[in-house]
C-alpha cells in the first residue's frame, strides 16, 4: 500500500466515482420505472356474480358469459369472458374456452365426429369433457378451470387455475 | 480486465483516434475555471447540453406511459406519476429539466454574446445557436400541452394565438398548429405529441451536429 497515486490517477478517479454517481443517479430511476410491471401486484380477485342460477345448470357443457371491471393501467373498462359450465354429480365445474395450443376459443360438441368433446376449430384441437387434451391431437395440456361458487342461488365465477381434474 | 477488453478490441480496430480526435483537445486558459473562476460562464454551453441530454433520456422512458389521446392522456400522466415506481422522479426530471434547458441555452447565448465570439469567422455556428434556441422553444411549447391539463389547455391556446398573430399567414399556422381552425383538441394533441417526441428532436440532433462540427473546426474564441 506505499505505492503513490499520482495526481493523473487521483483525478482519473475522482471523476469517475463522480460521473458513476451522476450516471447513477439518472439511470437508476428510469430503470425502475421502466421495469415497473415486473413489480406490480396481481389484482386480487374477487368472485363475479353471474346471471345464471345454479339450478339451471345440467351436465351438458354451456357457455356462461361474466363481465369484469377490467384496470388496466391507467384503462378502467367492462370486459366479457365466458367459461364452459357444467355439472358433474354435486360439482359445478368451469373450464375455461382458451385453446391450450395457441389460445383460440374452442367450444362444445362443434366437431360432427366427437359430440362429446370440446373442439378448436383452429388446428383441429380436441379435449374431454373434463378438459384434458386428446392425445394426437395439437394442444399440449388441458383446459384452465375457474373457480366456482353459488351465491343467492346464481353462479359465481373466480380465478383462473391450472386444471385440477385430470 | 476493462483494459484488456479495450486492447483487444483496439488491436482489431484501432478505435483510439477516434475518440481522441473527440476527446483530446487543448481547452486554453482563458476558459479553464481553474485558473480564472469566472471561466464558469464558459460552461453553459456544455451544461445545455448535458440537460438535452437529460431532456431525451426521461422524455423516451416517459413515452413508455404516456398516450397522446385526449380521453387517456391526462390519465396516463397521473398514472405514471403516482401509480409507477420512480414516476416522480422520471417526470420531475423532463418537467423541471424543460425550464431549466431554456434558461441555460439562454445563459449560453449571452456568454457567446457578451465575450463577442459570435464575431468573424463564427457568425454561422451563432445563426445555427439561433436556431438551436427556437427549436427548444418548441420543445418546450410542444411539451406543455401534452399532460393535458387546463394549464396546458389555456397555454396552448394563448400560444396559437400569438403564431395566429403572424401578418397575412399567421391563421394557416394556427391551422397547421392546432390541426383545426377552432377546436384545441384530439388533432392538436396527437400533433404536438407528433412534433414533441419526433420532428424537433430529429431537428435538434442535427442541429447540435452541426454546432458541435463548426466549434472543432474554428476552436473556442480567443480571450476578451
Ligand atoms: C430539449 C428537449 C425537450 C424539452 C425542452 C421538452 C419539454 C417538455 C415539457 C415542458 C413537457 C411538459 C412537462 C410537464 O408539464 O410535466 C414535456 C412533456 C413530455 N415530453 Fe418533452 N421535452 C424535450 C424532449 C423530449 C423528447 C426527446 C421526448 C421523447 C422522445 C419527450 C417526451 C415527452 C413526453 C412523453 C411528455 C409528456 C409527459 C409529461 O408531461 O410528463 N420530450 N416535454
Ligand atoms: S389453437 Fe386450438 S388447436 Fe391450435
Not at chain 1, 439511470?27 to 389484482?43: E, I, K, N, T, W
Not at chain 1, 386428446?134 to 351465491?151: A, I, K, N
Request: proline content about 5%; glycine content about 8%.
Amino acid at each position: 500500500m506505499s505505492q503513490k497515486v499520482t495526481r493523473r490517477q487521483f483525478l482519473n478517479y475522482s471523476l469517475m466515482g463522480v460521473g458513476s454517481f451522476m450516471v447513477a443517479g439518472m439511470v437508476l430511476p428510469m430503470g425502475r420505472f421502466a421495469v415497473d410491471p415486473l413489480f406490480q401486484s396481481d389484482a386480487e380477485g374477487s368472485m363475479i356474480q353471474t346471471s345464471i342460477s345454479a339450478d339451471d345448470i345440467t351436465e351438458e357443457p354451456t357457455q356462461v358469459d361474466f363481465s369484469f371491471i377490467q384496470q388496466d393501467g391507467w384503462y378502467e373498462s367492462e370486459v366479457t369472458d365466458f367459461a364452459w359450465v357444467y355439472r358433474d354429480g354435486d360439482e359445478i365445474i368451469a373450464l375455461s374456452p382458451v385453446c391450450k395450443h395457441l389460445g383460440c376459443t374452442v367450444s362444445w360438441a362443434t366437431d360432427d365426429a366427437n359430440p362429446e368433446r370440446f373442439y378448436c376449430p383452429c388446428h383441429n384441437g380436441l379435449y374431454e369433457k373434463n378438459g384434458n387434451n386428446v392425445p394426437g391431437t395439437p394442444p399440449t395440456g388441458p383446459l384452465d378451470q375457474y373457480e366456482v361458487g353459488v351465491s343467492d342461488g346464481y353462479l359465481t365465477i373466480g380465478q383462473i387455475f391450472p386444471n385440477e381434474l385430470v | 480486465m476493462l483494459n484488456r477488453i479495450y486492447d483487444w478490441i483496439d488491436d482489431r480496430m484501432d478505435i483510439t483516434p477516434i475518440w481522441r480526435d473527440v476527446a483530446d483537445h487543448e481547452v486554453p486558459e482563458h476558459v479553464n475555471p481553474a485558473y480564472h473562476f469566472s471561466a464558469f460562464v464558459y460552461c453553459f454551453g456544455g451544461l445545455t447540453f448535458f440537460i438535452v441530454v437529460i431532456q431525451i433520456i426521461s422524455g423516451m422512458f416517459l413515452t413508455m406511459y404516456y398516450v397522446p389521446d385526449i380521453v387517456n392522456a391526462w390519465e396516463s400522466v397521473y398514472y405514471l406519476q403516482n401509480e409507477v415506481a420512480a414516476g416522480v422522479i422520471v417526470r420531475g426530471m423532463h418537467h423541471w429539466g424543460a425550464s431549466l434547458v431554456v434558461v441555460m441555452i439562454f445563459l449560453h447565448t449571452l456568454r457567446v454574446f457578451f465575450t463577442g465570439a459570435y464575431k468573424a469567422p463564427r457568425e454561422l455556428n451563432w445563426v445555427v445557436g439561433v436556431l438551436l434556441f427556437l427549436v427548444i422553444l418548441g420543445l418546450a411549447f410542444t411539451g406543455y400541452l401534452l399532460p393535458w391539463d387546463m394549464k396546458a389547455l389555456f397555454a396552448t391556446r394563448v400560444g396559437l394565438d400569438i403564431a395566429a398573430s403572424v401578418p397575412f399567414i399567421g391563421d394557416w399556422i394556427q391551422t397547421l398548429l392546432a390541426g383545426d381552425e377552432e377546436i384545441i383538441g384530439a388533432q392538436t394533441l396527437a400533433r404536438f405529441f407528433a412534433i414533441h417526441v419526433f420532428f424537433l428532436p430529429a431537428a435538434l440532433f442535427v442541429l447540435m451536429a452541426v454546432h458541435f462540427i463548426m466549434i472543432r473546426r474554428q476552436g473556442i474564441a480567443g480571450p476578451l
